[in-house]
């Protein structure tokens, strides 16, 4: 019988990521920084490689978020996640990626503290 995702989630081999992901974090959430465990944090995945196993995900896949926040942030990444489909689908991929290189280098200049 094959194993369900919560199964997974029960192995070594996630349990050892998941502390990995947190370790990294500094035991805070990576959305408001809240280092409270009575709001138990939790290691979200922000994309999903098909056929991969949760624990053989890239680390940068991941993040430490509170609960509160894994609830916010679930859905809105979905959504966005369907939007960037539906964009994908309808543009040429040479403007993507133009798109994305200026994307990409704003957040840049923004996690510079340039305004
Ligand atoms: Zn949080």
Not at 40 to 52: K, S
Not at 95 to 109: D, G, V
Request: glycine share 6%.
């Amino acid at each position: 019988m094959p194993k369900t995702y919560s199964d997974k989630l029960r192995e070594v081999k996630w349990q050892q990521k998941r502390l990995s992901i947190l370790l990294r974090d500094g035991w805070k959430c990576r959305d408001c920084g809240n280092p409270n465990p009575e709001l138990g944090l939790e290691v979200h995945h922000c994309y999903y490689l098909a056929g991969v196993h949760p624990g053989d995900h890239p680390d940068e896949a991941m993040l430490s978020l509170c609960h509160p926040c894994h609830q916010i942030r679930q859905p809105r990444e979905q959504a966005l996640h369907l939007v960037m489909a539906k964009i994908l689908c309808a543009t040429p991929i040479t403007h993507i990626e133009a798109m994305f290189w200026l994307l990409l280098a704003r957040c840049s200049e923004l996690e510079r503290g340039s305004s």
